[in-house]
Structure formats: structure tokens, C-alpha cells
């Protein structure tokens, strides 16, 4: 009998070529893309993995190295650092 967790649409079946046959293998989806809060864009320059697979990429790798970096897209940065110049003057 399956078991319960495989059961459910939470793990995505993928089918594997063995040498004794295919085989249904159980992995875990992957998390949709980032999304900018002020624009509604999706973010660019942020990997599409799980939270175990983000711990091996390089830091460098996983965000923009910019301010907002991996939170707000370019456009929307772009605009709050105009905002920030103004209001310094």
C-alpha cells in the first residue's frame, strides 16, 4: 500500500528509468517564482529551489547584490532610491 504522504499532489511524481524498470520516484515541487510586492513582477536573479537546495548555492547566488536585492525588482528600486535622492536635497 502507498504511503499517505505520497498520496497527496504535495510531492511530484517523476518517473525513473532503472535498470530493473521504471520506477515512480516522490520529489518535492518547486516553489513558485518571487514576486515584487510594489510592481507585481517576477523577480529576476532569484533560483527557483527549496530551502535545503538554497543552503548550497553560493550567497552571492541566491539574491541580486543590490540594495532591495531579491525583495523589490529593478523598477521598483529604482524608484524608491529616486524618492530617497529627492528628499535628501
Known sequence: MAQHKTKSRTF??????TVSGTKTRFDR???SLGVCPVTGETLKG???VNAG????IAKSSRRPER???GVLS?????????????KEQ
Open 53 to 56: 537546495e538554497m543552503k548550497k
Open 67 to 69: 540594495p532591495f536585492g
Open 12 to 17: 511530484a511524481r517523476v518517473k525513473v528509468r
Open 74 to 86: 529593478s523598477k521598483a528600486t529604482r524608484a524608491i532610491m529616486k524618492d530617497k535622492a529627492r
Open 29 to 31: 515541487r518547486k516553489p
Open 46 to 48: 532569484v533560483p527557483r
